[in-house]
């Protein structure tokens, strides 16, 4: 049997306790205890998706004998055309894999590059000061996309299926049309202004009489339904050498971009070793440099491990004040030395190391918030070495696992089509510190680090997680969200481990997020009043703010029966199991 589950299916059970539209960036739905939140069950194989369409496609190849990498490579390719806002051939990202028979986790790099012509003060004017139009809006805010090169990789190396086969059910949706869900439309109306500066963009995702495509209507996109069929055609080097690299290397002389034929035909993906860590029995696989997302989730693990948060509770006062002074903690670390280890040293062995946790919470004062002007980054002089993206996480009746985060930064990237290709740009370069100490879209620092240079990946907080527990594995997980990424799988973690909530429930619960700079703990508002006063007192900034992340997550039991959820920060979300 098959089992097919929406977060909105299971909101109509108790649609009467909330008063929040289940839209990303709006009021996040808040279960109270009494409230009964059941995750889906299946025996054999799941996907957790934030889209329909890629949910039954994935699960189709699962349930024709392909395994978890199949199924997310079909995914990958389907939303490219069905959330083009966040999925993506012209954007990059980051795949975790774990082999079932080998039982090794492995991770795939492929996020975007800056072009061979970049250089550390491309954004800035005659003045020295940065023009955040041309990093976030312009054709040279692209990074070389890497998504097509990252899926063909993994399918050549890990899977079972032809490149092909996974492109047959995208190819099928962009020719012959699909019916647009509530977030997409959702974003087409926040992005329409922006949009309709480029006619190439807004031909292709509105109306001819500039109205955005409603909730059901049908979307025909011809222009990316002939990119990806030279994809099918010719494999990837129709993307890097071929008819697709011609049309983006002509909008670039067209439009005042760098990204050269050199640049496509030299991008490469790159298999790391994924940063690894321990916490209260279970081991943690995440994403390393060029992301910062898993070193941070285990050096907030690390320090969390030595609080005794499951007797204090969940979203207590207690709890959330040593949670967003190990926060600060991390986001001060991030903004002084994470970037590309393949250009940068990255301490990660000192980040990473229950030592270094143990030396900082003697820092942490129970009684009282620590100004971000007194934290500090990591000193390496001391010895410890000795707002849109997607997220999905798939398993397959083998305990092959897949946890897949990829992004065009912001929704709809660039908001730049490729014109005759039909797919947008990512706006990644926009990642880099463009000048030191200037914060970027989502409000981060960061130093010479992650200063541009040519062919240089620009840091992320992408955060693909797959958790461990005897050897099998136990939660995969992720979220997209910008700076948002790293608290939200931080806290789907400790809400499963330590709260002991069934992965509904602690994909629901409330969150809290502290980036260190600005100087304010936001919080999502089904953390009660007494609370916030409690966090006041002890000289928090507190900020009640909107929906932050959006987790997509599998939780295995000890018996090999899968749990999994969709959150309803994101209204279309789905959770399809056999």
């Known amino acids: 049997m098959v089992l097919n589950y929406s977060a909105r299916t299971l909101l109509t059970v108790w649609i009467s306790l909330l008063f929040s539209p289940l839209v990303y960036g709006a009021e996040v739905p808040i279960y109270s205890q009494a409230d009964i939140v059941h995750p889906i069950k299946a025996a054999h194989g799941m996907l957790s998706i934030a889209n329909k369409y890629a949910a039954d496609a994935g699960l189709a190849v699962l349930k024709e004998g392909g395994n978890?990498?199949?199924?997310?490579?079909?995914?990958?390719?389907?939303?490219?055309?069905t959330a083009p806002q966040a999925g993506n051939l012209g954007g990059g990202g980051f795949m975790l894999v774990r082999l079932a028979k080998e039982n090794k986790v492995i991770a795939i790099d492929y996020r975007e590059k800056a072009p061979l012509l970049a250089h550390r003060d491309l954004f800035l004017d005659t003045n020295g000061n940065l023009d955040t139009e041309k990093t976030r809006y312009s054709f040279l805010s692209c990074g070389v996309p890497g998504t097509v090169a990252g899926m063909a990789y993994a399918l050549e190396k890990y899977g079972t299926i032809p490149l092909k086969r996974a492109l047959e059910p995208a190819i099928?949706?962009?020719?012959?049309?699909?019916?647009?869900?509530?977030?997409?439309y959702t974003d087409l109306v926040s992005a329409k202004n922006q949009m309709s500066k480029f006619t190439e963009s807004y031909?292709?995702?509105?109306?001819?009489?500039?109205?955005?495509?409603?909730?059901?209507?049908?979307?025909?996109?011809?222009?990316?339904?002939?990119?990806?069929?030279?994809?099918?055609l010719e494999g990837p080097s129709a993307f890097y050498e071929g008819a697709v690299a011609e049309k983006?290397?002509?909008?670039?002389?067209?439009?005042?971009?760098?990204i050269t034929k050199k640049d496509l035909k030299l991008y490469s993906v790159i298999p790391r070793e994924p940063v690894e860590g321990t916490y209260r029995g279970y081991t943690i696989y995440s994403m390393p440099p060029p992301s910062s997302g898993g070193i941070h989730v285990i050096q907030l693990l690390n320090l969390i491990e030595g609080y005794p948060i499951s007797t204090w509770g969940q979203n207590s006062a207690n709890t959330i004040h040593v949670l967003a002074e190990s926060m600060k903690h991390a986001f001060a670390d991030r903004s002084k030395h994470l970037g590309d280890s393949d250009f940068v040293k990255v301490p990660l062995v000192a980040l990473t190391s229950k030592s270094y946790a143990e030396q900082l919470r003697k820092s942490i004062d129970l009684t009282?918030?620590?100004?971000?002007?007194?934290?500090?980054p990591y000193d390496s002089k001391n010895q410890y070495e000795s707002l849109q993206t997607n997220h999905f996480s798939i398993i397959d009746k083998e305990g092959n696992a897949v946890a897949n985060t990829y992004t065009l930064n912001f929704s709809f990237g660039s908001k730049l089509v490729v014109p005759g290709a039909?797919?947008?740009?990512?706006?990644?370069?926009?990642?880099?510190?463009?000048?030191?100490?200037?914060?970027?879209?989502?409000?981060?620092?960061?130093?010479?680090?992650?200063a541009i240079a040519p062919g240089k990946r620009m840091l992320s907080s992408m955060s693909p997680t797959i958790i461990m527990k005897d050897n099998k594995p136990f939660l995969i997980t992720g979220s997209p969200g910008g700076s948002n990424i790293i608290s939200t799988v931080f806290q789907i973690i400790t809400n499963v481990i330590d709260f002991n909530l069934n992965i509904a429930e602690a994909t629901y619960a409330p969150r809290i997020h502290h980036q260190?700079?600005?100087?304010?703990?936001?919080?999502?508002?089904?953390?009660?009043?007494?609370?916030?006063?409690?966090?006041?007192?002890?000289?928090?900034?507190?900020?009640?703010?909107?929906?932050?992340?959006?987790?997509?997550?599998?939780?295995i039991d000890a018996n090999g029966v899968l749990y999994g959820v969709a959150d309803p920060r994101i209204p279309d979300g789905i959770v399809v199991g056999y």
């Open 172 to 184: 099928k949706l962009a020719r012959n049309g699909f019916l647009v869900d509530e977030q997409l």
């Open 516 to 555: 260190w700079y600005p100087e304010e703990l936001r919080i999502e508002k089904g953390i009660n009043a007494d609370t916030k006063h409690l966090l006041e007192q002890r000289g928090h900034k507190v900020v009640y703010t909107n929906t932050m992340g959006a987790a997509q997550s599998i939780l």
């Open 248 to 258: 983006i290397v002509e909008s670039m002389r067209q439009y005042g971009g760098i």
């Open 203 to 232: 031909k292709t995702f509105y109306k001819p009489d500039g109205t955005p495509y409603k909730i059901g209507e049908r979307i025909i996109q011809k222009d990316l339904a002939w990119s990806l069929t030279q994809l099918y």
């Open 368 to 376: 009282k918030a620590t100004p971000s002007k007194k934290i500090s």
């Open 68 to 81: 978890a990498i199949d199924a997310a490579v079909t995914v990958a390719f389907i939303l490219s055309v």
């Open 422 to 450: 039909g797919f947008l740009l990512n706006n990644q370069m926009d990642d880099f510190a463009s000048k030191s100490g200037e914060p970027n879209a989502y409000g981060l620092t960061g130093d010479s680090a992650n």
